[in-house]
């Protein structure tokens, strides 16, 4: 039994930023990987950001890339995702997951979820 809970979501302009994080808590694990994703009204849940906690590999979206930064709190399961330059196609629904191997993860097939946080960016 695992809890995630995202916090830090908001309304901001375009240009601006905020500062996500997610706290998991219960089940403790010798390994695992955490991410990032996000869905609009309408569209598919899309993949954000993962990171490997041991050694700290990352893997980002080719359209958040360079704009976002996922990182490892000091907290074990907890993370981090820094949103910069933030555009109103950013508009959505953020989730954090958390599981054992870093690809089930990615592929958004992660067993525990959060129930998201909302993050608006206009234009």
């Known amino acids: 039994q695992v809890q995630l809970v995202e916090s830090g979501g908001g309304s901001v302009q375009a240009g601006g930023s905020l500062r996500l994080s997610c706290a998991a808590s219960?089940?403790?694990?010798?390994?695992?990987?955490m991410g990032w994703f996000r869905q609009a009204p309408g569209k598919e849940r899309e993949f954000v950001a993962a990171?490997?906690?041991?050694?700290?590999?990352?893997l980002y979206a080719d359209s958040v890339k360079g704009r976002f930064t996922i990182s490892r709190a000091n907290a074990k399961m907890t993370v981090n995702l820094q949103m910069n330059s933030l555009k109103p196609e950013d508009t959505a629904v953020y989730y954090c997951?958390?599981?054992?191997?870093?690809?089930?993860?990615?592929?958004?097939?992660?067993?525990?979820w959060g129930k998201g946080t909302l993050v608006n960016v206009s234009s």
């Open positions: 997951a958390i599981d054992s191997l870093f690809a089930t993860v990615v592929a958004g097939k992660a067993n525990y």
């Open positions: 219960g089940r403790t694990f010798s390994s695992y990987a």
């Open positions: 990171i490997i906690w041991s050694g700290g590999f990352t």
